[in-house]
């Protein structure tokens, strides 16, 4: 039997959350995550991935990924730090180098682990953070997990920023600035070149999670490389889940950075390696953004595009700058609503509510991918022209 103080908090915090319409269903799918998915039999236009290039159901990357399970076998076995770490490894962590102009790479087994580890293997309680309101819950964490100081600072408010920095003073040892380079619920651009010129004034380091850069920003290899700062930041962190289809994470930085990333980070000493089909397949797809721009300009060709026929509409589709679109409805409830809407008539939209956004910004976000045909999306704008009329909001 469960414990009687167990389930009285599970069941007042979960009714709690479905009265506010912020409880999240989850549905499963049937079929691969592309432009079209299969839930329940039911076949839907798929807007909620971060299947960016449609890598993650590529011929290419399948094909090494099943060599790579006969070769290596399915699991690492071990972490990397005692006899989990394959050539394989190696040849990825070149390769992200090699794609993100540094002098090194380390992989984990994700961004999420990446961030847990990386930010915390720098920083510790005399040292202090400066972080962009709207950072991922990811870096959030993995701030608080290095009992640095941290200090929010307005999103991409560069005087705030500069503020928050002069208040804090020479109080600490060292001090980061860490952000987002694109930002994920709202797809707007982090100020890089601001920020590297306020952390070389005040003396900073600078950590960028690309998560949602990379494939997307500078030709593919990402927001840093957008703005040529190559050179300017220290920790170019980012994730394999996403644009590159797989999963797993990284830090891309200097030799030594990766050296005391690599007997320091908790996830890679304490955590098993990532699997090697995920490893081969992810350097597959980085070949393939090496080799050629096409996915690249069509997911840009897709995101202009429902952008446009959004806000010819009527949407609020807020301040995005990348083919990440919000549509912005406010209300949590209307929000959840207009989502199911949508997807009784065929567009799977998922709605994005407090926390992963602040209350009264809830919204559909939409991530329109390479994969998608202009067919699919004139359906979906089709159908948000209806739900947007019949729930008042156009
Ligand atoms: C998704 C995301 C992560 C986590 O990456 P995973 O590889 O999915 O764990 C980290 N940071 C940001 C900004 C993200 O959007």
């Not at 962190?237 to 990284?250: D, E, F, P």
């Not at 797809?285 to 959004?310: F, P, R, V």
Request: aromatic share 6%.
């Amino acid at each position: 039997m469960q414990s009687k103080v167990l389930t009285q908090y599970l069941q007042s915090n979960l009714d709690n959350l479905k009265e506010q319409g912020l409880y999240n269903e989850i549905d499963a799918l049937s079929e691969a995550n592309g432009p079209i998915i299969h839930i329940n039999g039911r076949e839907l236009i798929n807007l909620s991935s971060n299947n960016y290039l449609g890598l993650a159901n590529d011929a290419r990357l399948i094909s090494v990924a099943n060599r790579a399970n006969e070769k290596y076998g399915v699991g690492a076995g071990a972490v990397r730090t005692i006899n989990g770490t394959m050539d394989i490894h190696e040849e990825l962590e070149a390769k992200i180098a090699q794609f993100k102009h540094t002098e090194a790479a380390i992989a984990f087994q994700s961004g999420f682990n990446c961030n847990m580890g990386a930010i915390s293997a720098v920083m510790d309680k005399n040292d202090v953070i400066f972080s962009d309101s709207l950072n991922h819950a990811s870096i959030i964490d993995g701030c608080r997990l290095s009992r640095a100081t941290i200090i929010r600072y307005q999103h991409s408010d560069m005087n705030d920023l500069k503020q928050q920095i002069e208040t804090a003073g020479n109080n600490y040892t060292k001090k980061m600035i860490i952000t987002d380079g694109v930002f994920s619920m709202d797809g707007d651009i982090a100020k890089l070149d601001e920020i590297v010129a306020i952390a070389k004034q005040y003396d900073c380091m600078v950590y960028v999670d690309d998560a949602h850069g990379t494939g997307v920003m500078g030709q593919g290899a990402g927001t840093v490389k957008h703005f040529g700062l190559q050179k300017e930041v220290d920790f170019q962190m980012g994730t394999l889940s996403k644009a590159i289809g797989v999963v797993g994470g990284y830090v891309a930085g200097s030799q030594e950075l990766i050296d005391w990333l690599k007997v320091r980070a908790r996830p890679f000493l304490f955590s098993t390696s990532l699997t090697p089909a995920s490893a081969a397949a992810s350097i597959e797809a980085i070949n393939i953004l090496m080799e050629s721009t096409d996915l690249h300009d069509k997911l840009w060709e897709n995101g202009d595009y429902l952008k446009q026929g959004l806000s010819a509409l009527g949407f609020n589709i807020g301040n995005s700058k990348t083919p990440i679109t919000p549509c912005i409805l406010g209300d949590e409830k209307l929000s959840q609503q207009f989502s199911k809407r949508l997807n009784e008539e065929g567009v799977y939209a998922k709605a994005i509510v407090f926390p992963t956004v602040p209350m009264n910004t809830g919204r559909i976000r939409n991530m329109p991918t390479a994969s998608h045909t202009k067919q699919q999306l004139d359906r979906a704008l089709a159908i948000y022209e209806l739900v947007g009329k019949e729930l008042g909001v156009i």
